[in-house]
């Protein structure tokens, strides 16, 4: 088994031969609402033997573009280099650690016509998540606050996920007509059972105490405790995960979901959400909710009927795939699927989504296909067909860079 620093040196050899790894084909991005210059969107403190990475535009909830991602790339490269840095934490600042990708900026990129720029972020996060789970030194995630979609994506592939009792974690992504990426699909398909299709599918939230009964979370703490532990942490001088983890576990509080979670529910989750469509597991929990008169039947009903209906269908094919897919092809395939989603070739349902929920704000989106009935299979597998000769698919240096996880 190759230790870190060995590997460490091979992967310097190899980063020599491919400056390139993490970036597309540049051209100028000027006037890109995706790119931001400063270098304050990613704030670092030094600690004795770590770094602390934190995200830094609390105003929009952390909301990922493609300037914090590439400059997360170039800290943590940098850190992977250095010896004198044995680990590293990343959090966020203000109130939320990551909502997700900047998708307001997104959808005015798309109405402009300008998909260049969207191809460029979602190039630059999945190879930074990849990046993130070939990462060779231990890597602490502080989820305070609203972890969603990309935010989740670039944390949970890490070695530790600290969740608070102010955590709160989602992949919303069919509600706004797209389906869940930056990894979702390799996390949510090896959840218990088939949590990972429900939360896909419904955009369901999860707490901190919900989050480590899953294995979302390592390690949870009450956010009044947080700064001892960060405190704790900056005190450590080690790249042991084993010290590591000794120190968060010391620190951390135990939790249990109370008895409204879903995680109690998981036997009738699993008896529902286990079906091959999602014409069934609609008829399931409508079998269930009709025998039982349960409100979680139901609620998970309307959940279901504000998604777009090809996005429920995409989606329960990418986490099934992905069950059986390593996190590298994930991702390969997320790129493909993300680029077909923005392309407004098969529906405009992502700038139909972001419209009704977060710019014109009437929630009241007109899905096309608007029914699960008129959804074609050849809409469901253009998603997941590979990209033309002259659409590049997404680079991850596999060979060179094996994933831990």
Request: a negative charge; proline letters at 5%; hydrophobic letters at 35%.
């Amino acid at each position: 088994m190759r230790t870190h620093k060995s590997a460490l040196l091979l992967r310097r050899i190899f980063s020599l031969n491919n400056p390139s790894y993490g970036g597309r084909r540049l051209a100028s991005l000027s006037g890109n609402p995706l790119i931001d210059d400063s270098d304050n969107l990613v704030i670092v403190e030094g600690k004795a033997s770590s770094r602390t990475a934190i995200l830094n535009r609390p105003s929009s909830l952390n909301a990922l573009n493609t300037s914090t991602v590439a400059r997360l790339q170039k800290l943590y490269r940098n850190w992977e280099d250095d010896p004198n840095i044995e680990f590293v934490v990343l959090k966020g600042g203000g109130r939320a650690f990551a909502a997700g990708g900047d998708i307001v900026s997104l959808y005015n990129l798309i109405k402009e016509g300008n998909l260049e720029e969207c191809k460029e972020f979602f190039w630059t996060i999945y190879s930074f998540i990849y990046f993130l789970g070939t990462y060779l030194k231990p890597h602490v995630a502080l989820l305070n606050g609203i972890t969603m979609g990309g935010g989740a994506g670039i944390s949970i592939p890490g070695t530790f996920r600290v969740a608070t009792d102010k955590t709160i974690f989602a992949t919303p992504e069919t509600l706004i007509g797209f389906h869940p990426d930056a990894g979702a699909s390799f996390y949510l398909s090896h959840l218990p059972g088939y949590l990972g299709e429900y939360l896909a599918l419904t955009g369901e939230k999860l707490n901190g105490a919900e989050m480590l009964s899953c294995g979302l979370a390592t390690h949870f703490s009450l956010i009044k405790k947080l700064p001892l532990v960060e405190e704790k942490l900056g005190n450590l001088s080690t790249d042991d995960p084993s010290v590591i983890e000794a120190c968060l576990g010391g620190e951390g509080d135990s939790v249990f979901p109370d008895q409204t979670s879903v995680i109690h529910r998981i036997g009738t989750l699993d008896k529902c959400f286990s079906h091959d469509t999602v014409e069934e597991i609609i008829e399931s929990l409508e079998n269930e909710a009709a025998k039982t008169n349960d409100s979680w039947c139901a609620s998970t009903l309307n959940k279901l009927k504000e998604a777009a209906p090809l996005s429920l269908k995409v989606s329960l094919r990418s986490i099934r795939e992905g069950r059986f897919q390593t996190l590298d092809q994930c991702l390969i395939r997320e790129y493909r699927m993300s680029l077909q989603g923005i392309s407004r070739q098969i529906t405009g349902d992502f700038c139909e989504g972001v419209r009704a929920k977060l710019v014109d704000k009437d929630f009241t989106p007109k899905w096309d296909p608007p029914t699960l009935e008129h959804v074609s299979q050849d809409m469901v597998d253009q998603y997941f067909t590979p990209l033309s000769a002259f659409e590049p698919e997404l680079d991850l240096p596999i060979k060179q860079r094996e994933a831990f996880i």
